[in-house]
């Protein structure tokens, strides 16, 4: 299994132009896509065994940036 991070500008590579727009104008959208970066840097650095992690805390941190993800995406589809 591949520990690849899940750059926004990957996942979203269309809008990645939206999503510098709306980080410059929509503060609940840069928090989001500020809380999702630190969350998503944290899992890969915990999935590359750089910091040593339970498998179920590496899981529940797993959902929450996928719960970040979708509210991302959905004001990225209504913007």
Do not use: C, W
Not at 35 to 47: C, Q
Not at 56 to 61: D, H, I, P, S
């Amino acid at each position: 299994m591949g520990h690849t991070p899940h750059e926004l500008h990957e996942d979203f590579p269309s809008a990645a132009d939206k999503i510098h727009a709306l980080k410059a104008r929509d503060q609940h959208f840069a928090k989001l896509a500020n809380a999702y970066h630190e969350l998503n840097r944290a899992v890969h650095r915990m999935e590359s065994g750089v910091e040593p992690v339970a498998d179920q805390t590496l899981e529940e941190l797993k959902k929450k940036r996928v719960e970040l993800k979708d509210r991302i995406e959905q004001i990225l589809s209504r913007a």
